[in-house]
């Protein structure tokens, strides 16, 4: 029996069980190594949710308690870390400013030269004017996103639309459009694996199918839709026909309820037609958050909303605009909550099936 059992042994090669063994460590080594890095991206990720929450709470709190501005204040005047605003007007901007004062020029983070700097308005409440020959003659990137592309056609952030940091844009998004910070670093963050490992993006990066970009928005075909193939590029620019349709020029302002029954037979007709549809709980609430924080931009005014779109073949606003939503220190996540669901609840729950 002993002379078999070695005769067995004797027949597998010392190196294939060597290399068995070595296999079999660098296996459970790398899915260790993958199980604590998912495990150390989880934690990072709660802790970033957590504080997000708990600073929402904290500037909701200060806008029911604070004055709302006047229409002519909700965008901030220029400022830098040299030359903050009052105290008295921008507090936690004042702050900030201060901080940044504190760093050496050379080795201020990316985030705080951002969040302490602001010159997308003149001291006279005008915007930066639309190059619009450039626009066309140039190789501009843009977004499947009119609010991102606007901030890029007057000049706001980068013209070209290239090299764009994360807090360059959620800095721009959160001033121009009175809306928190906590909300805007929100925003962005769905595309952050975009992000990720990279100095900067361009804008058409946010093209990316199931992150900003999504199937049966109210102003973009979706990706493989046959209506629009002969479109190029058709998730960087404005799409006329969509406007037009979706929202079509009145002197009436634009309300809740039609825009839920507009997001409603748009996803149905997407499904109908697109082969290749795809519906997601996170795409429908991001559409339906999109179309409230339109609202509360723009109070509904059409003719904004529609120069703002792209009626002309360019985001742009109008001379003068103000975002129309007044809090002290910009629309809140929570409020951006509870707008989004006033919407997607009046959608009803027909139409394509929803992913979880």
Not at 62 to 90: C, G, W
Not at 100 to 109: E, G, R, S, V
Not at 180 to 204: C, E, M, N, V
Not at 222 to 228: A, G, I, M
Request: glycine fraction near 6%; aromatic fraction near 10%; charged fraction near 20%.
């Amino acid at each position: 029996m002993n002379q078999e059992s070695n005769l067995k042994v004797e027949l597998v090669p010392k190196f294939v069980i060597e290399l068995v063994n070595d296999n079999a460590f660098t296996f459970i080594s790398a899915a260790l190594k993958r199980i604590t890095s998912s495990m150390f991206n989880l934690l990072v990720s709660l802790i970033f949710i957590v504080l997000l929450t708990l600073s929402d709470l904290f500037i909701t709190f200060f806008n029911l308690l604070i004055p709302s501005r006047d229409l002519h204040e909700t965008v901030p005047k220029p400022f830098s870390a040299e030359e903050p605003p009052s105290v008295f007007e921008h507090p936690f901007i004042y702050l900030l400013c201060k901080l940044a004062n504190l760093y050496d020029p050379h080795q201020k983070p990316e985030w705080i030269k951002f969040w302490s700097t602001w010159d997308g308005i003149d001291h006279d409440g005008n915007w930066g004017e639309v190059k619009v020959g450039k626009l066309k003659k140039e190789n501009y990137s843009r977004s499947p996103c009119p609010a991102i592309n606007a901030l890029a056609n007057h000049g706001i952030i980068k013209r070209s639309g290239r090299n764009l940091s994360f807090h360059e844009i959620a800095s721009a998004i959160s001033r121009t459009y009175n809306l928190s910070p906590t909300l805007a670093i929100q925003l962005l963050a769905s595309s952050y694996p975009i992000f990720k490992g990279r100095t900067g993006i361009d804008l058409s990066d946010l093209s990316a199918h199931g992150l900003i970009e999504h199937d049966g928005s109210l102003l973009r075909s979706d990706v493989n839709s046959p209506d629009y193939e002969f479109i190029p590029d058709n998730q960087s620019y404005p799409c006329t026909n969509l406007i037009n349709r979706f929202f079509p020029d009145s002197p009436h302002p634009m309300t809740f309820m039609e825009l839920s029954n507009s997001l409603a037979l748009r996803r149905a007709e997407c499904e109908a037609r697109n082969g290749t549809f795809y519906r997601h709980v996170l795409s429908d609430l991001f559409g339906s958050g999109n179309c409230g924080l339109m609202l509360e931009v723009t109070d509904g005014n059409r003719k904004v909303i529609r120069a703002w779109f792209g009626i002309h073949g360019h985001e742009h606003f109008q001379p003068r605009w103000k975002p129309a939503n007044r809090q002290a220190f910009g629309t809140s996540i929570l409020r951006a909550q509870i707008l989004m669901f006033r919407i997607e609840l009046g959608t009803g729950w027909n139409g394509a099936e929803r992913h979880l």
